[in-house]
T-cell receptor, first 116, second 113 residues
Framework: AQTVTQSQPEMSVQEAETVTLSCTYDTSESDYYLFWYKQPPSRQMILVIRQEAYKQQNATENRFSVNFQKAAKSFSLKISDSQLGDAAMYFC?????????????FGKGTLLTVNP | SQTIHQWPATLVQPVGSPLSLECTVEGTSNPNLYWYRQAAGRGLQLLFYSVGIGQISSEVPQNLSASRPQDRQFILSSKKLLLSDSGFYLCAWSGDTWNTEAFFGQGTRLTVV
């Protein structure tokens, strides 16, 4: 079974500093995508960043970047210059398969607190 | 553009009563559809997913069932609710290939009393 593990239930960071959220996954697929989602207090799930597994270059989106280590099956999220609005639950997810075998699996989440 | 609607936003139901949560997607055809449950400290648990009309895969044996009577309609049901069914339920859709993310509805907070 495909699994996604987030080992940090909670993290905190000072405003303007940098924080890294960890994620590891297990898959036997050769083609897959990895995602980080953000769930603010409104509970609306928002896509933060995505990474194609066959691309070695790490994805970046403004202050958000990933450290993708394919051999280690690790996919961490770095948030630079943290802002109060970054406070949220963050979920790591992976996709696998095509068509009827497609599935998206999420980790249990990391609750990020940003301190002013 | 694609949109996903999920209702109701909040629901309080007595133990033993039936449940029906509905989700519809607009602006796309043949989406993959998902029901997730989010319980405190347990992240997102995939309950059901569907790759087509009438095709339902169950991930976790439980008191719930799902149906997809139309291409863009996904329904989560129960004949008799249990206290343990309380939680936050999220409907989502995605394309059917590995290079697509999921798009989520606003969620339903279900409290069984």
């Amino acid at each position: 079974a495909q699994t996604v593990t987030q080992s940090q239930p909670e993290m905190s960071v000072q405003e303007a500093e940098t924080v890294t959220l960890s994620c590891t996954y297990d898959t036997s697929e050769s083609d897959y995508y990895l995602f980080w989602y953000k769930q603010p207090p409104s509970r609306q799930m928002i896509l933060v960043i995505r990474q194609e597994a066959y691309k070695q270059q790490n994805a970046t989106e403004n202050r958000f970047s990933v450290n993708f280590q394919k051999a280690a099956k690790s996919f961490s999220l770095k948030i630079s210059d943290s802002q109060l609005g970054d406070a949220a639950m963050y979920f790591c997810a992976s996709s696998r398969g095509r068509g009827s075998n497609y599935k998206l699996t999420f980790g249990k989440g990391t609750l990020l607190t940003v301190n002013p | 553009s694609q949109t996903i609607h999920q209702w109701p936003a909040t629901l309080v139901q007595p133990v033993g009563s039936p449940l029906s949560l509905e989700c519809t997607v607009e602006g796309t055809s043949n989406p993959n559809l998902y029901w997730y449950r989010q319980a405190a400290g347990r992240g997102l648990q995939l309950l059901f997913y569907s790759v087509g009309i009438g095709q339902i895969s169950s991930e976790v044996p439980q008191n719930l069932s799902a149906s997809r009577p139309q291409d863009r309609q996904f329904i989560l049901s129960s004949k008799k609710l249990l206290l343990s069914d309380s939680g936050f339920y999220l409907c989502a859709w995605s394309g059917d290939t590995w290079n697509t993310e999921a798009f989520f509805g606003q969620g339903t907070r279900l409290t069984v009393v």
